[in-house]
């Protein structure tokens, strides 16, 4: 996983709950990079579970709600960073469709190293986008709300659905309307 994430992360951590959260959360986990981070580098996934569950733990509040949380933090740092990206698709179906053979196909080349998960499209239609996300680090809270985000940046309501096809959450189909 790409140490743009971790910082991010940590720094979503900071901001929303404090500087002292941020160190329980780095003592409780077992991590060879110590909690130690650069954007460029890359770090086990291992490392991001580690840090999640306990900030779970510290929190209350569910792993689930926490990557969802994150996701639209996250969102919000690649608009800053990633214009340019936006500024490409007219609509939020259109970007959304595209993540997978141009988005991230740019995010390879961008960020190498880079754990990206597979989008295969089932349906695309001007007004309906049904796809499954493939990864096994399980982050479909996260595409969840990289996908509510694009909505909200485009100024367009949404109702996007998923259903679990693995029970671990390494595959999901979303029903995108
Ligand atoms: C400007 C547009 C985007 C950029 C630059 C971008 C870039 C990235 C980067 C750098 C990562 C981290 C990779 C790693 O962990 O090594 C990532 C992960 C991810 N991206 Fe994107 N992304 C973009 C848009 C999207 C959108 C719109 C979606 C939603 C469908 C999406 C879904 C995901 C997911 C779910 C992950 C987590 C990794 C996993 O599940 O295995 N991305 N992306």
């Known amino acids: 996983m790409k140490g743009i994430v971790f910082t991010e992360f940590l720094e979503m951590v900071e901001t929303s709950f404090g500087l002292e959260t941020v160190d329980f959360i780095i003592t409780k986990s077992k991590l060879k990079s110590q909690g130690a981070y650069t954007a460029v580098g890359v770090y086990d996934f291992f490392e991001m579970q580690q840090l999640i569950i306990h900030l779970s733990e510290k929190t209350n509040i569910s792993k689930e709600d926490l990557i969802y949380t994150y996701g639209c933090y996250f969102f919000n740092t690649l608009v ?35 754990d990206l ?7 695309f239609k001007d007004d309906y986008l049904e796809m499954i996300y493939h990864s096994n680090n399980a982050m479909y809270m996260f595409a969840k709300a990289l996908m509510d985000k694009t909505f909200e940046y485009y100024d367009q309501d949404s109702n996007i659905t998923y259903i679990k096809l693995k029970k671990d959450g390494t595959k999901v189909k979303f029903l995108i309307s």
Request: hydrophobic share 40%; glycine share 2%.
């Open 80 to 114: 800053r960073i990633h214009p340019d990206i936006f500024k490409h698709y007219s609509s939020p179906f259109a970007m959304l469709a595209s993540v997978e053979d141009h988005i991230h196909v740019q995010v390879k080349k961008l960020y190498p190293g880079a």
């Open 117 to 123: 998960p597979t989008f295969e499209v089932i349906e």
